[in-house]
Each structure stands twice: as C-alpha cells, then as structure tokens.
C-alpha cells in the first residue's frame, strides 16, 4: 500500500522476490490545468507489472475490508500511505508493517526526511516497524542506515532512501515469513517529532546561525522550498554555501559575483534562487542579467518559523 514514488521500488523489489496479490493506492486525482484525472506513481507501477489495483475512496468500509479480507494476505506493506486502520491491518496473518524515512523514534510524522536535514543528522535511513492504533509507535523490525553528506538536500536524500527502503522490505517480509523476526519496542523517551512542512512555514529566519539558515535551506529542497521577501517579491533559495563576507543580520548584497546574504552569525552566499515569476536558476545566471539594486534588507522574515 502506498502512493508517492518513495513507494515504487519496494512494489518492485518485493513483487520481484515473493509476489503481490494486490496494490492499493490512493483515488485517481486532478492535477494540471485541465483536471485530468492522474493516477499514482504506484498504481502506474502496478499496472506495469500486471497487478490488481484497488483504490477505496475509504480504508474504514466495510467493502474495503472485505477485499482485503478475501485476498487473505499474509502480509501487509504499507510505505508513505495513508493511516490504515486496524480493521485492515490486523487481517495480515504474520504482520503488517511499515517503511518509514528515518531510524525511529527519531523523525515521526509526516516529514522526517526534510526535519533530518534541517536539523543537522550526519545520518538517516529507514525503518520498518509492525503497525498499531498510534502514527509510527509501532515495535522496531529492522533498520538501515545512510551517512547525510555536506549539502545535501532533502530531495537528495530522498532519492539515497527509496532503495534502501526497498532492500529493507525485502529482508522484513523474508524474517516475517521465516517466522525470525524480533520486533523491539520503540523507545517513546527519545522520540522526536516530524511534522508538515508548508510553504507558509517555510520563511527563512535570518536572526538564526549561518548553519541553521543553510540547513532549513537544504531541508525544504525541493519541497516546499525556503523563501523570503526581496525588492518588495518572494524568492525562493535552493542552495547556498558558507562566505566570509560581513553581512548585517537580514540584510543582502551583491558584489563580487556572489548574492550574499546576513544571518545571525556569520553570511552565506546564495547559489540557486527562483525570483518571483522567473524560472529556477544559478545566481552566476541570475546576476548575468542583473541591472537592479546592489544591497538592501529582506522583508518578511520577521514571521515566527517555529
């Protein structure tokens, strides 16, 4: 079960070494200008592989649970769905379990990829756990783990876990269906939460350090992406890196080649931007075609980001 692309290679790697009876994904949804009807990167996938979809307006009606329930599943895979209901997930015979995007307790909620990065990890990596009535409590099946390097983005990570979390399924269901799984209770004192990011809260505050600024940078790259008030217009900021520039706290200034920016300890120059109505760029284009104003102070950052 699942929906977003961070699903499709375990579809594939666990449809590949056990089997699927079925897929069940999210409504197909309208997206574009003309509402077309689209459907999910899973059920694109699913039907690739020549599996049986099912897409219930409801995981609590009583007709969705009697199609699981018909399938008889041994075992049920949730990865980034929605909350399944004890109803479906207790007709799993040896378990249902979750793929989750951080080493638990660390990270639960709907975010934890973009919070890992934004809170400085040197790692993540993901988890499968045995699903119960509580968001990402359940006990602890196995782990993996992946080193976060310098600047990488949220978007980046992403795309280093969904093998992993592939891999990991395929070992889950394989100790599941051996009968040698140990599942271990999570340690509920030092959990942390993750909850959705948007782009209402997603201002950058630059009172904080250079390295919170960046981090938070990172964290929301590519969705929903950091942003501030310049020239009077929004821009968003994908990247940027240290600088030894003095810059005033909230102030910005073009010299040298570089959009260097004041955070609250130290600057940082920013290195791809999307100005307000213009397409994303690198600052070295950007400033190609720059004839605007050399220096000034953000507006709007003053919004409470906590």
Not at 161 to 185: F, Q
Not at 263 to 281: N, Y
């Amino acid at each position: 079960m699942g929906t977003p692309e961070f699903a499709v290679p375990s579809l594939q790697a666990i449809h590949q070494h056990f089997g699927v009876q079925a897929v069940v994904t999210v409504p197909d949804t309208p997206q574009g200008r003309g509402m077309k009807l689209t459907p999910s990167a899973m059920k694109i996938a699913a039907l690739e592989l020549g599996l049986p979809v099912l897409q219930p307006e409801s995981l609590k009606s009583e007709e969705f649970r009697h199609e699981i329930e018909s399938l008889k599943p041994d075992i049920i895979v949730v990865v980034a769905f929605r909350i399944l209901p004890k109803s479906i997930y207790s007709l799993a015979s040896l378990g249902a379990f979750n793929i989750h995007g951080s080493l638990l307790p660390k990270y639960r909620g709907a975010a934890p990829i973009n919070w890992a990065i934004i809170n400085g990890e040197s790692e993540s990596g993901v988890t499968s756990f045995l699903l119960n009535d509580k968001v990402d409590t359940g006990k602890i099946l196995l782990k993996a783990s992946t080193p976060i390097t310098d600047g990488m983005t949220a978007g980046e990570l992403y795309e280093t876990l969904m093998p992993l979390g592939a891999e990991l399924a395929v070992k889950t269901c394989d100790r599941l269906l051996k009968h040698t799984a140990n599942p271990i209770p999570q340690e509920d004192e030092i959990a942390t939460p993750a909850p959705k990011l948007i782009r209402e809260n997603c201002v950058i505050d630059w009172t904080k350090p250079a390295g919170e600024v960046r981090n938070f940078i990172l964290g929301v790259n590519p969705a929903p992406i950091a942003w501030t008030l310049w020239i009077g217009k929004r821009i968003k900021i994908y990247r940027a890196t240290y600088s030894d520039a003095h810059i005033n706290t909230g102030s910005w200034s073009i010299k040298g080649g570089q959009f260097l920016v004041g955070c609250g300890d130290a600057a940082l120059s920013l290195t791809e931007i999307q100005p307000e109505g213009k397409p994303r760029m690198s600052v070295a284009d950007f400033l190609r075609g720059y004839r605007g104003e050399m220096g000034g102070e953000f507006m709007g950052w003053e919004v409470d980001n906590s």
